[in-house]
């Protein structure tokens, strides 16, 4: 498991693009047959992506979180964007689809992934927070989401968030989890930008081609910078930075929120005028 630390807005405005790079963005996700976890001090959430092939994977404790397993004082949020696959939660089997979506509550012992073709594997992306109360396990397809839509054609943002962990769909003691779609000829996931102090966030975006990328805003409102983000690849905002992309073309983003509430409309606002 990879560890990464808290950063202060100070310390940010002096990073060049690498070590913006080195801070905040995920990279390497969805190898066959491997299992990525990334650690952050930010709210001490755990990003993840698990794609197993001939073997299952299995999620574990251990000295990072000085757990007898991984889920003993922690709650767990699931999406599948590759092929069908299995996870199996202390022995009970839960086949997902792509797109479809698991949250797990606290104190299931035993986690495990599987592909249903090993020449086709699943592609589960995970978030995972401390919890301190135990919520039943719901399996979420896209099609139980709850879907808003926000955005016009004239503004380039006319998407659709369809909110997986969220209390319009299931319980969680502090993980929020969703995803959001952008319509052909759409390349803004939201803009003008905003900042949620209570929350942190962290984008996983997909359904990009190799020659599209994602221009990922971030910073404080008067100190903005900028990551360019490849298919596949996933970025933490802190709970000081603004957190809007614009593509090349429409792409898929997955957002996952950890923090001191669960209310999605609780932002603060940033006018055009205020972005530096």
Known sequence: MEIRYSSHPQDSKKYDTTELREKYLVDNLFVPGE?????????????GSISPTDKMLELEGGKELAADYFL?????????IGESGI???????YELSARDGLYVGMGVKEVKFASKDSEKPAKFYINSAPAHKTYPTVKIEISKANPVKL????????????????????????LVMGLT???????WNTMPSHTHERR????????????SAVFHMM???????????????AVIS???????????????????????????TDMDHIDMKDLF
């Open 35 to 47: 299992m990525k976890l990334v650690y952050s001090h930010i709210d001490r959430i755990i990003i």
């Open 72 to 80: 003993q004082r922690r709650e767990l949020g699931i999406i599948n």
């Open 87 to 93: 996870v199996y939660l202390d022995g009970e089997a």
């Open 151 to 174: 955005g016009s054609l004239e503004q380039s943002n006319l998407r659709t968030i369809y909110q997986y962990v969220h209390p319009a769909v299931c319980e969680s003691c502090q």
């Open 181 to 187: 779609v952008l319509e052909p000829n759409n390349v």
């Open 200 to 211: 942190m966030e962290v984008y996983l975006y997909f359904d990009l081609d190799e020659e």
């Open 219 to 233: 910073g404080e409102p008067n100190e903005t910078r900028h990551i360019v983000m490849r298919n596949e690849q």
């Open 238 to 264: 802190p709970s000081w930075s603004i957190h809007s992309g614009v593509g090349t073309k429409n792409y898929t983003f997955i957002w996952g929120m950890v923090g001191e509430n669960q209310t999605f």
